[in-house]
């Protein structure tokens, strides 16, 4: 339904016709009207003529402005209006038809050089194409043709035949000259001067040839002329500038010239890597060179020489540029700064020795019969007892001058009578304790590198009498030179370990830890008795986690008796004809192990500053309670941790 329809109404005379047709304005608003009425108004406006066709019957037409607008804009409003009710309007002769679009490329004509069309009149264009074939330009540009739109190409006169609005055409014809432009293929020679051009056609081959992601061709191409050295390019003028460009790049001499160079190794030996980069590389150019039909041995083989330099730590390496690339790479690899890793064993050993000895010896001597004990006791296992004491006294005038050396371990009471002649008796009683108390704590530390065996050995070197003889000597034949063979064995802290740090944060550690020392028994001994505790072993603990690697907990307890039979199980007497011993020991010993990564510089100085600092607290607090010095002399420190971790300022020497 037309609400309303306002326009400025010329003056209908002839002089002033053209100025109201430029002057006119309209303001068109229709709600819901029919396109009859629509093109009615038009037609008043625009002074054209226009037949509907009977199948167009569209309703409920709206179209609402709230500004004016001249007769060619509301032209150009109605065209739009009959696209959207998929119509248009095909211009024929002084007449416009009102169409639907499945008839409109029927009725399309095709504009001269000076005519002109709206946005939305349905026109025809025939293209010509220069460069691309037209044929080949039809699928890629059907799917911007609406359903009612036309597209054909001729293939003899490599034209384009196009129907549609005359803004879609206008689009499609700016897409077709853009396609249609002649290519600037060409075919450069890059001739080489250090690189081999078949290996750099292999490598940008590789690199460019590769199917791309978006599907589209590959427009260049790339030859090698062994003859010349040099490298043939074909594709357009950007691809060519492109692979010219990276051809420059990989034509570079060796940065010491030549087939030779030379690579200083940071972290990595020298000579063990030269012998070992010479046996594979060589034994690999060798089964090549069979392989290619050569001799083994051959020229192949020649052509690769690693040796080492030990004083600059260097490699000096001469080998094709193929097999330089690879030996580098390797070498790159293996030139690297290892992990270390610090191991801290913990021993902690606590040892308790107890021992009770009770006994009474006695004995009756008759000295008119050569000093022949007439009765006695006397256990083996007690120690020296009244026997030995009274042949002392018997050798000699009856008394005892130094008896200490005969009297035994512990406390000793004797009772008895010595005399020259007669009958002589003598009983002691000997009675002994003894405790003996071992508490042990160390923390052996070392530091070593991933997979490199490191050994700590801390002790002494303990003498051990192993046999003694005597010789006599001189012309008299009456010097007598005592002799004694003794051998050294260490006493102390073993570490011996192999840290490899697996992926993550774990290592295997293949570890010997020997823990030795001299035992203090409370009892008595011939000689020195050692106490020897090994543990090897292989196992995996986590960075900076305590594990304990094992240990002995043990409790011992030898009691002993010995006695006269029958006498000694008398009641109360009984005492007098027995010695009795007790002994317990009580070993507990655990050892522990804790292992820590040290990846960088960092860590490394962390924990060294940590026992710096510590070992400057201990001397800190030692000072002032040790021994007084001289007045001029001064105690021993170690210096500042600041002075030996900062760098010298300029001009000042650095400190020792």
Not at 171 to 198: F, K, M, T, W
Not at 633 to 640: C, D, G, L
């Amino acid at each position: 339904m037309q609400i309303l329809l306002l326009w400025l109404t010329a003056i209908l005379t002839p002089a002033g016709s053209a100025f109201a047709q430029q002057a006119a304005t309209i303001t068109p608003n229709f709600k819901e009207a029919d396109i009859r009425e629509i093109v009615e108004a038009v037609s008043a406006v625009t002074q054209e003529n226009y037949i509907i066709d009977p199948r167009v019957n569209a309703q409920n037409v709206t179209m609402l402005s709230t500004t004016p607008m001249t007769p060619e804009a509301f032209y150009e409003a109605f065209l739009s209006i009959l696209e959207v009710h998929q119509l248009t309007a095909a211009r024929s002769g002084d007449v416009i038809k009102i169409i639907p679009n499945a008839s409109a490329r029927q009725y399309g004509g095709t504009l001269g050089s000076g005519g002109t069309a709206g946005y939305d009149d349905i026109v025809t264009r025939v293209i010509q194409l220069e460069n691309v074939g037209a044929t080949a330009l039809v699928p890629i540009l059907r799917p911007l043709i609406p359903q009612y739109g036309h597209m054909v190409a001729h293939q003899g006169s490599n034209m384009l035949i196009l129907s549609d609005r005359a803004g879609n055409v206008a689009r499609l014809i700016s897409i077709i000259r853009r396609i249609d432009q002649s290519s600037d293929d060409d075919i450069e020679v890059v001739p080489l001067q250090n690189a081999s051009a078949a290996e750099v056609v292999r490598v940008l081959t590789a690199l460019t040839q590769a199917p791309r992601a978006d599907g589209a061709p590959v427009t260049t191409s790339l030859v090698a002329d062994a003859r010349t050295n040099s490298v043939l390019i074909g594709g357009d003028k950007s691809g060519r500038l492109r692979l010219r460009t990276l051809v420059a790049h990989l034509d570079t001499p060796l940065e010491e010239g030549g087939d030779t160079q030379v690579r200083y190794l940071r972290y990595a030996d020298a000579e063990e890597l030269a012998t070992k980069l010479q046996q594979q590389y060589a034994s690999a150019a060798t089964a090549g060179a069979a392989g290619a039909g050569a001799a083994p041995g051959g020229p192949g083989a020649e052509l690769i020489s690693v040796w080492a330099d030990t004083q600059t730590n260097a490699l000096i390496v001469d080998a094709p540029p193929k097999i330089m690339r690879s030996m580098m790479t390797v070498v790159d690899k293996l030139d690297i700064r290892r992990a270390q890793v610090q191991v801290e064993a913990i021993v902690v050993e606590v040892i308790a020795d107890r021992t009770a000895d009770l006994g009474v010896t006695w004995a009756v001597f008759d000295d008119n019969s050569a000093s022949t004990p007439i009765s006695l006791t006397n256990f083996p296992d007690f120690g020296p007892g009244v026997t030995q004491l009274a042949g002392a006294a018997a050798a000699g005038d009856g008394n005892i001058t130094d008896p200490t050396g005969l009297i035994g371990e512990g406390a000793t009471f004797g009772l008895g009578r010595l005399s020259d002649s007669g009958i002589s008796f003598a009983a002691v009683l000997r009675a002994l304790q003894g405790n003996a108390d071992t508490n042990i704590l160390s923390t052996p530390s070392v530091v070593t590198t991933d997979n490199e065996e490191a050994t700590l050995n801390v002790g002494q070197e303990v003498p051990f009498v192993t046999g003694s003889f005597t010789n006599t000597g001189g012309q008299g034949g009456g010097t007598v030179n005592p002799f004694q063979t003794v051998q050294r064995q260490q006493v102390g802290i073993e570490l011996i370990i192999t840290p490899q740090i697996n992926e993550g944060n774990s290592l295997l550690l293949d570890i010997r830890q020997e823990i030795s020392s001299i035992a203090q028994s409370a009892q008595g001994a011939v000689d020195l008795i050692t106490n020897q505790r090994i543990i090897e072993t292989t196992v995996i603990v986590d960075d900076g986690q305590i594990l304990v690697l094992g240990g002995l907990i043990e409790d011992q307890l030898r009691e002993s008796e010995q006695r006269v039979p029958v006498l000694g199980r008398l009641p109360l007497l009984g005492s007098l004809f027995r010695a009795r011993r007790t002994e317990a020991i009580k070993t507990n010993l655990l050892v522990f192990i804790r292992p820590k990564i040290l990846r960088d510089a960092a860590s490394i100085a962390t924990e060294t500053n940590a026992k710096y600092r510590m070992m400057e607290d201990l001397l800190e607090g030692q000072r002032g309670r040790g021994v007084q010095l001289m007045p001029d002399v001064e105690r021993a420190t170690i210096p500042p941790l600041e002075s030996l971790t900062s760098p010298p300022e300029s001009g000042e020497e650095p400190t020792p």
